[in-house]
């Protein structure tokens, strides 16, 4: 195999929470070391050890995050870097299954938004080193059952043999030359799928808030029915809330000024018109009637 033309660095959003999400920032290894000096730059300016989503509740990770968001949208509309979230709903036909295996419905996601990065954002040829965040929940060890290999002529059989694993699969389909897990805390753009991937579930499972807080800061009043009688919602939000719907905000406001094609108030969360673009967020939504997660084996 050629050497390491290019990188991915991922993390997800994993939680009980209703919406999950995968991001992955993939880049040409060229430009590697400049990135990650400017963003390790901003990252110690700000004083952080590390830059995680859910850690952001005051001014000092909401300013971080707003710098990084700067760096990333530069190099993301000159076309040197793409940002890529997957972002699911575990209560659509497809996940409202009884038993279902999170872990291995996880390595489906992981394969689908992979899958779409290396062969359809990227020049043809190009050799990959994936580097996924060492807490992620995703287990790449694991054997490879059931996963979709449409467009591929693949044998099984010939590529791997009864111990062969995921990460064998993804060796083979994408000429990836590495996988290897990473330090978020010592990796900034680690820390970059976390921003995006944190902040791409949490705008479809708080839409409802950020849009009443979107329409009170614009100065709007916001009226809902109580028993049949008309009151004014009261502008009540927890700190936390407040800093993230500020970096939602100024994020939304950047995709549509270097228009980026990035929908937030009609799609009610983060999703793009135009996949092609360097920002995508992809919201996956059952193929098929029979398309249905994983279930645990009994």
Request: hydrophobic share 40%; glycine share 4%; net charge negative.
């Amino acid at each position: 195999m050629d050497k390491v033309s290019h990188l991915a660095f991922s993390d997800e959003s994993y939680t009980d929470a209703r919406y999950r999400s995968i991001a992955s920032v993939t880049l040409p290894i060229d430009i590697y070391g400049e990135v990650t000096a400017a963003l390790t730059n901003i990252i110690i300016r700000s004083g952080l050890i590390e830059f995680k989503w859910n850690k952001l509740r005051q001014a000092r990770e909401r300013l971080a995050a707003i710098q990084l968001i700067d760096v990333i949208m530069e190099l993301v509309s000159e076309k040197k870097l793409r940002i890529d979230v997957l972002i699911w709903d575990i209560e659509d036909s497809r996940h409202k299954v009884k038993g279902r295996d999170d872990c291995a419905n996880l390595q489906r996601m992981h394969y689908h938004l992979f899958r779409d990065i290396f062969l359809k954002r990227w020049p043809t040829g190009s050799c990959w080193a994936i580097h996924p965040d060492e807490n992620s929940e995703m287990n790449w060890d694991s054997m490879v059952e059931c996963l979709d290999y449409a467009g591929f002529e693949f044998n099984s059989q010939t590529v791997f043999n009864e111990s062969g694993t995921f990460m064998d699969l993804f060796k083979y389909l994408f000429r990836v030359h590495d996988i290897s897990e990473v330090s978020s805390e010592k990796q900034p753009l680690c820390q970059i799928a976390d921003l995006f991937a944190g902040m791409a579930a949490f705008s479809y499972s708080s839409f409802k808030s950020y849009n009443r807080w979107h329409y009170l800061k614009a100065g709007q009043i916001v009226i809902r029915s109580i028993d049949g009688a008309m009151a004014i919602v009261e502008n009540k939000f927890a700190n936390s809330e407040e800093e993230r719907f500020v970096v939602i905000e100024y994020f939304d406001r950047l995709c549509k000024k270097y228009k980026m094609q990035v929908g937030l108030i009609t799609t009610k969360g983060f999703r793009s018109y135009n996949q092609t673009k360097p920002f995508n967020f992809w919201f996956y939504e059952p193929q098929q009637q029979d398309d249905k997660a994983p279930v645990r084996d009994h």
